[in-house]
Structure formats: C-alpha cells, structure tokens
C-alpha cells in the first residue's frame, strides 16, 4: 500500500554543496545548498535565495566554487548553512575553515574540501533563483584519488534528508553504471 504526501521534496540523495564566493572586499564566504545538481558536462544549476550574501556575490564577481560537503565536515557546514553573512561578519572566522584562491576563477576553495568545482557565472534566473555556472576545472585533493580517480568511498560526501533533516554518507558501491544492467539484455 502506498501513501500521498502531496508535493514535497522528497528526492533522493540531496547532494549538500558548498557555495564558495568573495564579497565586495575580497573576503571569504562559504554557504551550504542542497538544491542543484549537474546541468550538463560543463554546467552546474544551484536554486539560491536572492537574498543571500552568495548570490550578491556571485553577481558582483561572476565566478564561485561548489565542494562537496564531507562526513569530515559535517559540524562547519551546517553552520555556514545556518549563518548568513549578511547577519554575521564573522562567520568564517568562526566556522574554522581553512580559504585559499581559486587559481581558475575569482573564488575561494577551502583546504577541508577535497573536491571542488571551479566555476564562472553563466546566468541567475531572478525570478526562478536558478542560477548556472559554467564548470572550468574540478579541483581534486590526491587523498581521495585510487588509481586516478575520484573514490567516493574516500570523499565520504554527505547528503541531505529533507525528511528527517538529517545528514548520511554516501560511500558503499552496490552496482556498476552501464554494466549491471546488460544481464537484462
């Protein structure tokens, strides 16, 4: 037996992505998101409130960084999630985390971030929130690299339950993508 919840946000797995800009002044600024995904091979679509201190800054400097959030850094991102910098000068000071500058684009990454897309603003949707960058260079840490690749059972990326506003882990293999699916064939 099924149930209706009527139209909720129930999709699975929420990615938790940590949007990296500066300010005005050059400063810092880390925010968590948990709605985007990847657009198309060199895009990436996050849905951001005009109101926040990331989208006046993406608009200002044209470039940000999207890392996946960490089992590692749970704790920091959820509260630079929590904490604007719109109400909090000291926001990053107070979450800990570590900036440095993109060598591609206008943005920070951040040294607890081992996998970070670096990206130029393509458009925001202002009356939608959409806002798209073009994807220049992912910028991976040779900790979570087996034989040259991304290992997501090392990246031990988080996800977002909107249900039970939880976060889980994303790191067991259970199938292989264009192969388990042949024995049907």
Not at 129 to 151: Q, R
């Amino acid at each position: 037996m099924r149930k209706d919840f009527g139209a909720k946000t129930y999709a699975y797995p929420m990615p938790v992505l940590m949007i990296g800009t500066y300010d005005e002044n050059g400063n810092p600024d880390l925010m968590a998101a948990a709605w985007g995904c990847i657009a198309d091979y060199d895009k990436i679509g996050i849905y951001l409130a005009l109101e926040h201190k990331t989208t006046a800054n993406v608009k200002n400097k044209k470039a940000f960084t999207v890392s996946m959030a960490t089992e590692k850094t749970v704790v920091e991102s959820d509260f630079v999630g929590i904490v604007s910098a719109n109400d909090d000068k000291d926001k990053m000071k107070k979450s800990g985390l570590h900036a440095f500058k993109s060598n591609k684009v206008d943005a920070p990454m951040f040294e607890e971030y081992p996998l970070t897309l670096e990206c130029e603003f393509e458009s925001l949707d202002e009356e939608t929130g959409l806002l798209v960058g073009k994807i220049i260079n992912a910028s991976v840490d040779e900790s979570i690299l087996t034989d040259g690749k991304v290992d997501i059972c090392k990246l031990h990326a988080i996800c977002y339950d909107p249900t039970g506003h939880g976060y889980y882990v994303a790191d067991k293999l259970v199938g292989h993508a264009f192969k388990d699916g042949l024995k049907l064939k």
